[in-house]
């Protein structure tokens, strides 16, 4: 809404979300940068307010995870280093895809697509692309995590935080496609 006080909430969500699933760290600077585009005055200090309302989560997870794991990078699932190897990203890259077309239909894959095709006003445009990159982001915080078996296609949960935003995308294109036919 482009206020000082959604900002600070968008921080507290954000670093409720960390808490949850600590891999979508890097997820909030894109929480950071809706608060920056939200409204015209007041952008710094709305993405501040985001960034500030974030960090003491963060600085909590890293204190528990190293008392727990010996490390702020430690998780009770593993170290970093055994969970997200570069080695995963192409059997996820096989799987993820084909999973999400079983569980949700083809057409999601248009969300890939709807920013560019999407006939919007500029004031949405901006809006628009970053939850196009908060999803893309989603979906390849989890290509590198572990990869899982042919059938295990519940591992599709990770993606939940994208998955509404992806539909939300989808409808945005249709919806803009649609509105161009004649009556």
Do not use: K
């Not at 309302?53 to 970093?80: E, K, N």
């Not at 999973?99 to 709807?114: G, K, N, Q, Y």
Request: aromatic share 14%; net charge positive; charged share 10%.
């Amino acid at each position: 809404r482009g206020t000082l006080a959604t900002a600070i909430f968008s921080g507290v969500v954000a670093a409720i979300a960390i808490l949850i699933r600590p891999n979508l760290l890097p997820l909030s600077g894109l929480v950071w940068a809706v608060c920056a585009v939200s409204g015209p005055a007041g952008r710094i200090r709305r993405t501040c307010a985001a960034a500030a309302a974030t960090i003491p989560a963060l600085v909590v997870l890293g204190a528990i995870q190293s008392l727990r794991y010996g490390s702020p990078l430690a998780s009770g699932y593993g170290r970093f280093g055994d969970l997200f190897e570069w080695g995963n990203l192409w059997p996820n890259l096989q799987r993820y895809p084909r999973w999400m077309f079983e569980t949700h239909t083809p057409i999601i894959a248009l969300f890939l697509v709807a920013p560019l095709w999407t006939a919007i006003r500029r004031a949405h445009r901006t809006f628009l692309m970053l939850l196009w990159a908060f999803a893309v982001a989603v979906v390849a915080a989890y290509l590198p995590y572990v990869y899982f078996q042919m059938f295990e296609w519940t591992y599709t949960r990770f993606l939940l935080p994208a998955i509404p935003i992806m539909w939300l995308l989808v409808a945005a294109l249709l919806d803009s496609r649609a509105s161009r036919i004649r009556p």
